[in-house]
């Protein structure tokens, strides 16, 4: 019997956005690999790079979000969004997939309490408040040189509406001294969507031990990205040294997409086919995830610690691994681990459920 699985990032939903039909196996995360891997709750990210031009954000993402609910309506019968935690479980029961529709970036809200709200009445229920550059009030884990303390003043007000509101509050991609502030001033759990250890892999993308803590402290969680780079230091010591050109250049290239979604979704393509002919992995595997969730698990307990795959937002997977229905694989190293049925039940599927109601209702 599958265990039920809630992932809590993807980045497909742009995909889908641009016309990709949610059955292509071609996705990482596609409506067959869903149902192999067990998967009954997925929260698709609508993602911004940072270079996309001010004044065009918000509104380009709410019409990602319009067009994804028209792309999947006619899996109604198979997926469909929810914005609470109730009709999430009765979804689960009837074997109905649960979309949790989330903001990948919190320059989307163009510096405006009201664009937040916005969101909220177009279903979005996350919002990850930044990405690989620091935004106008929070402070990215890419930036060497903060202009401020983690969050403007603007920013804990953010937090704060976030909270009110009954959004969830994502960290990853957050430096350091950001996530410190955000657990500081968030009144409700916080979750890092996909994220990793630092104490095994450590850079700067990665939390820290006493940034995990309050995370579980809290009753928020951490879930483990599937990005090797992000997985094993070996691995991410090639990938950064040598193809780091490869991550500048799709930088450069996406400035000069300016709006042009289509193009920009096309850019990472070829960046991705690139990287992978530059850095082959088959070293690196599932049983990396499983290490460092056996991490959390033993200093935090089973409660901190849940599933964000980062599937169609990476330039690469681990060995073997080729879409969601892993999920069935990385659960079988568990269970090799000692793991017990009640132990991945709160993993794979509790966890999540848990934040989502403590945070959304």
């Known amino acids: 019997m599958l265990l039920p699985i809630c992932d809590l990032h993807c980045d497909t939903a742009t995909q889908i956005a641009l016309g990709a039909d949610l059955s292509d196996s071609r996705l990482e995360v596609n409506l067959p690999a869903m149902r192999r891997g067990g998967v009954l709750l997925q929260v698709f990210a609508f993602y911004i790079p940072p270079s996309f031009p001010a004044g065009h954000r918000f509104r380009v993402v709410a019409e990602m979000i319009e067009k994804f609910r028209r792309q999947i309506e006619p899996y109604d019968d198979a997926i469909g969004i929810v914005t609470h935690a109730d009709e999430a479980e009765q979804n689960a029961r009837a074997g109905r997939i649960s979309a949790v529709l989330a903001v990948e970036n919190g320059n989307a809200i163009e510096n405006d309490l009201d664009n937040l709200e916005k969101f909220y009445q177009l279903g979005v229920r996350l919002l990850t408040i930044v990405h690989a550059k620091s935004n106008d009030w929070v402070i990215s884990s890419g930036d060497a040189a903060p202009a401020f303390d983690g969050l403007t003043d603007f920013g804990c007000r953010v937090i704060g509406t976030l909270n009110d509101l009954g959004m969830i509050v994502d960290v990853s991609h957050a430096h350091d001294r950001t996530v410190e502030r955000v657990l500081e001033f968030s009144n409700k759990p916080v979750v890092a969507s996909h994220s990793c250890v630092h104490a095994i892999c450590p850079i700067g993308r990665n939390l820290r031990e006493e940034l995990i803590a309050g995370i579980a402290a809290g009753g928020g969680v951490v879930g483990i990205n599937f990005f090797p780079g992000f997985?094993?230091?070996?691995?991410?010591?090639?990938?950064?040294?040598?193809?780091?050109?490869?991550?500048?250049?799709?930088?450069?290239?996406?400035?000069?997409?300016?709006?042009?979604?289509?193009?920009?979704?096309?850019?990472?393509?070829?960046?991705?086919?690139?990287?992978?002919?530059?850095?082959?992995?088959?070293?690196?595997?599932?049983?990396?995830?499983?290490?460092?969730?056996?991490?959390?698990?033993?200093?935090?307990?089973?409660?901190?610690?849940?599933?964000?795959?980062?599937?169609?937002?990476?330039?690469?997977?681990?060995?073997?691994v080729h879409d969601c229905g892993a999920f069935t694989d990385l659960f079988q190293l568990l269970v090799d681990r000692g793991y017990s049925h009640q132990r991945l039940q709160r993993i794979g599927w509790e966890n999540f459920l848990r934040v989502f109601r403590d945070c959304c209702g």
């Not at 930088?251 to 979604?261: K, M, N, P, V």
């Open 231 to 320: 997985l094993d230091a070996d691995y991410s010591r090639l990938a950064f040294e040598n193809a780091g050109d490869l991550f500048a250049e799709l930088s450069r290239l996406e400035r000069l997409a300016g709006t042009d979604t289509a193009e920009i979704d096309r850019l990472f393509h070829v960046f991705k086919s690139d990287y992978q002919r530059l850095i082959p992995n088959d070293g690196v595997g599932l049983e990396r995830v499983a290490e460092h969730i056996d991490y959390i698990v033993t200093r935090f307990g089973d409660g901190a610690v849940a599933l964000g795959s980062d599937f169609d937002g990476l330039p690469a997977l681990p060995a073997g």
